[in-house]
Protein backbone atom coordinates (compact mmCIF):
# COMPACT_ATOMS: atom_id res chain seq x y z
CA UNK A 1 0.00 0.00 0.00
CA UNK A 2 1.32 3.42 -0.36
CA UNK A 3 2.10 6.07 1.84
CA UNK A 4 -1.47 7.24 3.64
CA UNK A 5 0.08 10.67 3.68
CA UNK A 6 0.16 11.26 -0.32
CA UNK A 7 -2.81 11.83 -2.41
CA UNK A 8 -4.54 9.15 -4.43
CA UNK A 9 -3.35 9.77 -7.79
CA UNK A 10 0.31 9.57 -6.28
CA UNK A 11 2.88 12.89 -5.65
CA UNK A 12 3.14 15.21 -8.22
CA UNK A 13 5.67 15.17 -10.80
CA UNK A 14 9.30 16.97 -8.93
CA UNK A 15 8.53 16.94 -5.82
CA UNK A 16 7.62 14.29 -2.84
CA UNK A 17 4.46 16.13 -1.34
CA UNK A 18 6.10 16.66 2.14
CA UNK A 19 5.45 19.73 3.73
CA UNK A 20 9.16 20.42 5.21
CA UNK A 21 10.87 21.05 1.98
CA UNK A 22 8.44 24.35 2.13
CA UNK A 23 9.83 25.41 5.67
CA UNK A 24 12.39 28.01 4.52
CA UNK A 25 10.02 30.27 2.70
CA UNK A 26 7.18 29.87 5.68
CA UNK A 27 6.91 33.18 7.60
CA UNK A 28 6.96 33.45 11.36
CA UNK A 29 5.24 35.61 13.24
CA UNK A 30 7.23 38.60 13.67
CA UNK A 31 7.71 38.48 9.99
CA UNK A 32 3.77 39.47 9.81
CA UNK A 33 3.99 41.62 12.12
CA UNK A 34 6.96 43.64 11.05
CA UNK A 35 5.84 44.10 7.50
CA UNK A 36 5.09 47.44 6.24
CA UNK A 37 1.89 46.71 4.15
CA UNK A 38 -0.81 44.81 5.81
CA UNK A 39 -3.58 42.89 4.43
CA UNK A 40 -7.53 43.84 5.09
CA UNK A 41 -9.36 41.05 6.95
CA UNK A 42 -12.69 39.88 5.02
CA UNK A 43 -15.03 42.15 7.24
CA UNK A 44 -13.08 45.54 6.33
CA UNK A 45 -12.99 44.14 2.41
CA UNK A 46 -17.02 43.61 2.43
CA UNK A 47 -17.66 47.30 4.06
CA UNK A 48 -16.03 48.42 0.76
CA UNK A 49 -14.47 51.33 2.46
CA UNK A 50 -11.17 50.69 1.54
CA UNK A 51 -9.77 51.17 -2.42
CA UNK A 52 -7.23 48.69 -2.01
CA UNK A 53 -6.72 45.26 -0.48
CA UNK A 54 -3.93 46.48 1.54
CA UNK A 55 -2.84 49.34 3.79
CA UNK A 56 0.38 50.34 4.98
CA UNK A 57 1.16 50.09 8.25
CA UNK A 58 1.82 53.15 10.29
CA UNK A 59 6.05 54.19 11.35
CA UNK A 60 5.92 53.47 14.89
CA UNK A 61 9.28 51.65 15.44
CA UNK A 62 8.56 49.08 18.11
CA UNK A 63 4.96 49.87 18.89
CA UNK A 64 4.49 48.79 15.05
CA UNK A 65 4.16 45.49 16.16
CA UNK A 66 1.96 45.94 19.06
CA UNK A 67 -2.21 45.31 18.96
CA UNK A 68 -3.99 48.77 17.86
CA UNK A 69 -5.72 48.55 21.12
CA UNK A 70 -2.60 48.35 23.53
CA UNK A 71 -1.10 51.19 21.16
CA UNK A 72 -4.30 53.23 22.10
CA UNK A 73 -3.82 51.94 26.04
CA UNK A 74 -0.16 53.46 25.45
CA UNK A 75 -0.95 56.96 23.83
CA UNK A 76 -4.11 57.57 26.96
CA UNK A 77 -1.62 56.75 29.50
CA UNK A 78 0.63 59.42 28.19
CA UNK A 79 -1.63 61.83 27.55
CA UNK A 80 -2.96 61.04 31.26
CA UNK A 81 0.50 61.82 32.46
CA UNK A 82 0.90 64.83 30.85
CA UNK A 83 -2.55 66.12 31.82
CA UNK A 84 -0.67 65.58 35.76
CA UNK A 85 2.26 67.05 35.17
CA UNK A 86 0.43 69.92 33.79
CA UNK A 87 -1.96 70.95 36.51
CA UNK A 88 0.25 69.79 39.12
CA UNK A 89 2.97 72.36 37.53
CA UNK A 90 0.39 75.52 36.73
CA UNK A 91 -2.05 74.74 39.94
CA UNK A 92 -2.39 77.85 41.76
CA UNK A 93 -2.35 76.30 45.06
CA UNK A 94 1.50 75.63 44.35
CA UNK A 95 2.27 79.41 43.91
CA UNK A 96 1.40 79.46 48.32
CA UNK A 97 4.53 78.83 50.43
CA UNK A 98 4.00 76.38 53.22
CA UNK A 99 3.19 78.60 56.53
CA UNK A 100 6.89 79.34 58.47
CA UNK A 101 8.15 82.60 59.85
CA UNK A 102 6.50 85.65 60.36
CA UNK A 103 3.27 84.58 60.06
CA UNK A 104 1.79 86.35 62.96
CA UNK A 105 0.09 90.28 62.56
CA UNK A 106 -0.13 92.06 65.54
CA UNK A 107 -1.93 95.14 66.23
CA UNK A 108 -2.10 97.51 69.65
CA UNK A 109 -4.11 99.98 70.67
CA UNK A 110 -3.74 102.00 73.94
CA UNK A 111 -6.76 103.22 76.20
CA UNK A 112 -6.03 105.95 77.57
CA UNK A 113 -8.35 106.91 80.79
CA UNK A 114 -10.36 110.00 80.39
CA UNK A 115 -10.90 110.71 83.90
CA UNK A 116 -8.53 109.90 87.18
CA UNK A 117 -7.33 106.16 87.50
CA UNK A 118 -8.69 104.94 91.26
CA UNK A 119 -8.45 101.97 93.08
CA UNK A 120 -10.84 99.34 94.16
CA UNK A 121 -13.58 100.02 96.78
CA UNK A 122 -12.96 96.43 98.02
CA UNK A 123 -9.06 94.87 97.87
CA UNK A 124 -10.60 91.84 98.97
CA UNK A 125 -12.94 91.70 96.56
CA UNK A 126 -11.86 93.88 93.45
CA UNK A 127 -13.65 92.56 91.08
CA UNK A 128 -17.24 93.69 92.63
CA UNK A 129 -18.24 95.99 90.35
CA UNK A 130 -17.37 94.72 87.21
CA UNK A 131 -20.89 93.62 85.48
CA UNK A 132 -22.30 90.35 84.83
CA UNK A 133 -21.00 87.94 82.58
CA UNK A 134 -17.13 87.45 83.91
CA UNK A 135 -16.17 84.25 84.72
CA UNK A 136 -13.40 83.02 86.52
CA UNK A 137 -10.21 82.11 84.28
CA UNK A 138 -11.05 79.60 81.71
CA UNK A 139 -14.72 79.30 82.89
CA UNK A 140 -14.96 83.03 80.60
CA UNK A 141 -13.91 81.63 77.36
CA UNK A 142 -17.57 80.51 76.45
CA UNK A 143 -16.05 77.42 74.59
CA UNK A 144 -18.97 76.16 71.59
CA UNK A 145 -19.40 72.38 71.65
CA UNK A 146 -17.77 70.64 68.99
CA UNK A 147 -19.34 69.28 65.93
CA UNK A 148 -18.20 68.11 62.55
CA UNK A 149 -17.43 70.10 59.42
CA UNK A 150 -17.36 69.42 55.83
CA UNK A 151 -13.70 67.78 56.01
CA UNK A 152 -12.93 67.70 60.04
CA UNK A 153 -14.51 65.37 62.36
CA UNK A 154 -15.79 66.12 65.93
CA UNK A 155 -12.66 64.61 67.25
CA UNK A 156 -10.31 66.95 65.29
CA UNK A 157 -12.37 69.85 66.12
CA UNK A 158 -12.75 68.74 69.86
CA UNK A 159 -8.72 68.90 69.77
CA UNK A 160 -8.20 72.11 68.26
CA UNK A 161 -10.25 74.18 70.47
CA UNK A 162 -8.89 71.94 73.12
CA UNK A 163 -5.04 73.49 72.48
CA UNK A 164 -6.47 77.09 71.89
CA UNK A 165 -7.95 76.98 75.57
CA UNK A 166 -4.63 75.71 76.60
CA UNK A 167 -2.90 77.98 74.77
CA UNK A 168 -5.34 81.17 76.23
CA UNK A 169 -4.46 79.68 79.33
CA UNK A 170 -0.83 79.86 79.47
CA UNK A 171 -1.13 82.98 77.24
CA UNK A 172 -3.57 85.44 78.93
CA UNK A 173 -4.17 83.63 83.00
CA UNK A 174 -0.83 82.08 84.04
CA UNK A 175 0.96 84.16 87.00
CA UNK A 176 4.75 83.11 85.54
CA UNK A 177 3.87 84.38 81.84
CA UNK A 178 1.93 87.59 83.45
CA UNK A 179 4.38 88.70 85.79
CA UNK A 180 7.79 86.48 85.79
CA UNK A 181 8.44 86.58 82.01
CA UNK A 182 8.11 83.02 81.54
CA UNK A 183 8.13 82.20 77.71
CA UNK A 184 8.73 78.41 77.46
CA UNK A 185 5.16 77.33 77.92
CA UNK A 186 3.41 79.37 75.87
CA UNK A 187 6.41 78.73 72.93
CA UNK A 188 5.57 75.28 73.35
CA UNK A 189 1.98 75.39 72.08
CA UNK A 190 3.06 77.13 68.95
CA UNK A 191 3.81 75.59 65.46
CA UNK A 192 7.82 75.24 65.08
CA UNK A 193 7.06 77.24 61.97
CA UNK A 194 6.49 80.46 64.12
CA UNK A 195 8.68 79.84 66.97
CA UNK A 196 11.57 81.46 65.13
CA UNK A 197 9.71 84.42 65.12
CA UNK A 198 7.82 84.22 68.77
CA UNK A 199 12.27 84.25 70.02
CA UNK A 200 12.61 87.28 68.07
CA UNK A 201 9.97 88.99 69.40
CA UNK A 202 10.27 87.66 73.11
CA UNK A 203 14.21 88.72 72.72
CA UNK A 204 13.71 92.07 70.22
CA UNK A 205 10.67 93.34 70.91
CA UNK A 206 9.63 96.20 68.39
CA UNK A 207 6.46 97.89 67.37
CA UNK A 208 6.47 96.21 63.25
CA UNK A 209 3.35 94.64 63.49
CA UNK A 210 5.47 91.49 63.89
CA UNK A 211 7.31 91.18 67.01
CA UNK A 212 5.32 92.75 69.41
CA UNK A 213 5.77 90.43 72.74
CA UNK A 214 2.37 91.36 73.64
CA UNK A 215 0.89 90.31 70.69
CA UNK A 216 1.75 86.94 72.15
CA UNK A 217 0.91 86.86 75.63
CA UNK A 218 -0.56 89.41 78.47
CA UNK A 219 2.63 90.35 79.89
CA UNK A 220 3.33 92.87 82.59
CA UNK A 221 6.93 94.63 83.49
CA UNK A 222 7.57 92.64 87.33
CA UNK A 223 9.63 95.52 88.55
CA UNK A 224 6.92 98.01 88.23
CA UNK A 225 3.96 95.91 88.40
CA UNK A 226 2.30 92.81 90.57
CA UNK A 227 -0.58 90.64 90.37
CA UNK A 228 -2.88 91.49 93.46
CA UNK A 229 -4.54 88.12 92.99
CA UNK A 230 -4.33 85.54 90.55
CA UNK A 231 -7.69 85.46 89.91
CA UNK A 232 -8.20 87.03 85.99
CA UNK A 233 -11.70 87.68 85.14
CA UNK A 234 -12.57 87.13 81.71
CA UNK A 235 -15.75 87.07 79.75
CA UNK A 236 -15.78 86.18 75.55
CA UNK A 237 -16.50 83.75 72.93
CA UNK A 238 -14.77 81.21 70.55
CA UNK A 239 -15.49 80.12 67.24
CA UNK A 240 -14.81 77.72 64.41
CA UNK A 241 -14.50 77.59 60.97
CA UNK A 242 -12.65 75.65 57.89
CA UNK A 243 -10.65 78.36 56.20
CA UNK A 244 -10.10 75.46 53.71
CA UNK A 245 -10.27 71.70 53.14
CA UNK A 246 -6.93 71.34 54.99
CA UNK A 247 -6.74 74.24 57.88
CA UNK A 248 -9.13 74.46 60.61
CA UNK A 249 -9.47 77.99 61.92
CA UNK A 250 -10.22 78.70 65.39
CA UNK A 251 -11.19 82.53 66.45
CA UNK A 252 -11.60 84.00 69.54
CA UNK A 253 -12.60 87.45 71.16
CA UNK A 254 -12.12 88.25 74.73
CA UNK A 255 -11.90 90.54 77.37
CA UNK A 256 -9.25 89.99 80.33
CA UNK A 257 -9.64 91.91 83.87
CA UNK A 258 -6.70 91.72 85.67
CA UNK A 259 -6.26 93.12 89.59
CA UNK A 260 -2.68 94.95 89.89
CA UNK A 261 -1.05 96.46 92.28
CA UNK A 262 2.18 98.88 91.91
CA UNK A 263 5.55 96.19 92.47
CA UNK A 264 7.64 96.20 95.79
CA UNK A 265 4.40 97.07 98.37
CA UNK A 266 1.60 95.42 100.23
CA UNK A 267 -0.57 98.19 100.57
CA UNK A 268 -4.18 97.20 99.63
CA UNK A 269 -5.06 100.43 99.09
CA UNK A 270 -3.91 100.61 95.75
CA UNK A 271 -5.40 97.82 93.81
CA UNK A 272 -6.69 98.58 90.65
CA UNK A 273 -8.28 96.83 87.65
CA UNK A 274 -6.77 96.70 84.46
CA UNK A 275 -8.53 95.39 81.05
CA UNK A 276 -6.80 93.63 77.77
CA UNK A 277 -8.66 92.74 75.07
CA UNK A 278 -7.44 89.97 72.49
CA UNK A 279 -9.24 89.03 69.41
CA UNK A 280 -7.27 86.26 67.87
CA UNK A 281 -6.83 84.05 64.89
CA UNK A 282 -5.43 80.65 64.80
CA UNK A 283 -5.24 78.23 62.57
CA UNK A 284 -4.31 73.96 62.16
CA UNK A 285 -3.63 71.57 59.60
CA UNK A 286 -3.74 68.05 60.91
CA UNK A 287 -0.21 67.83 61.56
CA UNK A 288 -0.60 70.58 64.20
CA UNK A 289 -3.69 68.69 65.27
CA UNK A 290 -1.72 65.89 65.68
CA UNK A 291 1.21 67.41 67.41
CA UNK A 292 -1.75 70.02 69.86
CA UNK A 293 -0.41 72.62 68.42
CA UNK A 294 -1.37 75.95 66.69
CA UNK A 295 -0.61 78.69 64.26
CA UNK A 296 -1.06 82.07 65.26
CA UNK A 297 -2.09 84.13 62.67
CA UNK A 298 -3.96 87.25 63.72
CA UNK A 299 -3.40 88.91 67.46
CA UNK A 300 -5.67 92.79 67.78
CA UNK A 301 -5.00 94.16 71.58
CA UNK A 302 -6.81 96.71 73.33
CA UNK A 303 -5.35 97.15 76.81
CA UNK A 304 -6.00 100.19 79.43
CA UNK A 305 -5.97 102.23 80.99
CA UNK A 306 -2.60 102.97 79.48
CA UNK A 307 -0.96 106.32 78.73
CA UNK A 308 -0.78 107.26 74.86
CA UNK A 309 3.39 107.47 75.00
CA UNK A 310 3.87 104.14 76.44
CA UNK A 311 5.49 101.83 73.86
CA UNK A 312 3.58 98.57 74.40
CA UNK A 313 5.52 95.84 72.84
CA UNK A 314 7.45 94.57 75.36
CA UNK A 315 5.43 94.81 78.19
CA UNK A 316 1.57 96.53 79.01
CA UNK A 317 2.36 99.35 81.05
CA UNK A 318 -1.01 99.53 83.02
CA UNK A 319 -1.99 103.19 84.80
CA UNK A 320 -2.42 102.43 88.06
CA UNK A 321 -3.60 105.63 90.29
CA UNK A 322 -4.03 109.18 88.71
CA UNK A 323 -4.26 110.47 85.19
CA UNK A 324 -1.41 109.31 82.90
CA UNK A 325 0.74 111.89 81.28
CA UNK A 326 -0.24 114.15 78.49
CA UNK A 327 0.15 112.04 75.28
CA UNK A 328 3.66 113.91 73.42
CA UNK A 329 2.76 115.75 69.98
CA UNK A 330 3.19 113.62 66.92
CA UNK A 331 5.07 114.85 64.28
CA UNK A 332 3.47 113.26 60.71
CA UNK A 333 7.32 113.69 59.38
CA UNK A 334 9.22 112.06 62.16
CA UNK A 335 9.57 108.24 60.93
CA UNK A 336 11.26 106.73 63.74
CA UNK A 337 8.13 106.70 65.77
CA UNK A 338 5.87 103.74 64.04
CA UNK A 339 2.68 104.74 62.18
CA UNK A 340 0.20 102.09 63.29
CA UNK A 341 0.39 102.82 66.82
CA UNK A 342 -3.15 103.80 67.85
CA UNK A 343 -4.61 105.27 70.94
CA UNK A 344 -8.47 105.68 72.03
CA UNK A 345 -10.29 106.96 75.08
CA UNK A 346 -10.76 103.94 77.73
CA UNK A 347 -14.45 103.78 78.61
Known sequence: MGDPREP????????????????????DESFVRAARIQELSARERLGGHYPRAVRTRIGLGPLGSLPRQAVALL????????????????????LVAAPSGDQLTVSLTALSPSSPVRPVADYRNPFAALPTGYGDGSAGFGEPVPAATAHFTRIEV?????????????????PAVLTEGDTAQVRAVLTPGEQAQYDDSMNSPRDDEHHAATGWQVRFDPGQVALATDT????????????DSGTLEVTTDHTFVYALRPAGTERPLQVSLYSVRRALR?????????????????????????????????????????????????DPADHTVPAWQLCATLR
Open 158 to 174: MRALDVAERYLTLADLT
Open 75 to 94: LLVAMAFAAAVYFGVSSPRR
Open 232 to 243: VKVTGTMAFAEA
Open 282 to 330: MEFDRTDLSAGRLRLVDAATQAGPTSCAARQADHFQPVLTGLPPAPPAV
Open 8 to 27: PEGAPDGGSGNEDEYRSVVF
